[in-house]
């Protein structure tokens, strides 16, 4: 069992930055590769960017390429969004995942919720205008 916390939410204006953090409790955080997503009120659930777990790639939504950049620190066992050029459609709260390295399937479906076992409980990013 993986148990994920996010932190780094908060309020910030249209054009500014935040960087989420999520802290992994398993010891073989090696073993996941991670992912972003994101659920707007009275809106689904969506991709916003993943990591393998060696770090050597990386995928991102369009909404959000050019603007945010993931990171991963295996030894910290922590996994990183860096928001820029935030706006206000980017308000949501943000989930942290962890997906197996093996028998999941993640590497032919890494932006799809499916292919991740365990999941955060949120941190809320609000964008004002």
């Known amino acids: 069992q993986v148990q994920l916390v996010e932190s780094g939410g908060g309020l910030v204006q249209a054009g500014g930055s935040l960087r989420l953090s999520c802290a992994a409790s398993?010891?073989?955080?090696?073993?996941?590769?991670m992912g972003w997503f994101r659920q707007a009120p009275g809106k689904e659930r969506e991709f916003v960017t993943a990591?393998?777990?060696?770090?050597?790639?990386?995928y991102y939504s369009d909404s959000v390429k050019g603007r945010f950049t993931i990171s991963r620190d295996n030894a910290l066992k922590r996994v990183y969004l860096q928001m820029n050029s935030l706006k206000p459609e980017d308000t949501a709260v943000y989930y942290c995942?962890?997906?197996?390295?093996?028998?999941?399937?993640?590497?032919?479906?890494?932006?799809?919720?499916?292919?991740?076992?365990?999941w955060g409980q949120g941190t809320q990013v609000t964008v004002s205008s």
């Open positions: 398993e010891r073989t955080f090696s073993d996941y590769h």
């Open positions: 990591i393998t777990w060696s770090g050597d790639r990386t």
């Open positions: 995942a962890a997906g197996r390295q093996y028998g999941s399937g993640w590497s032919n479906r890494p932006t799809e919720s499916g292919a991740y076992a365990y």
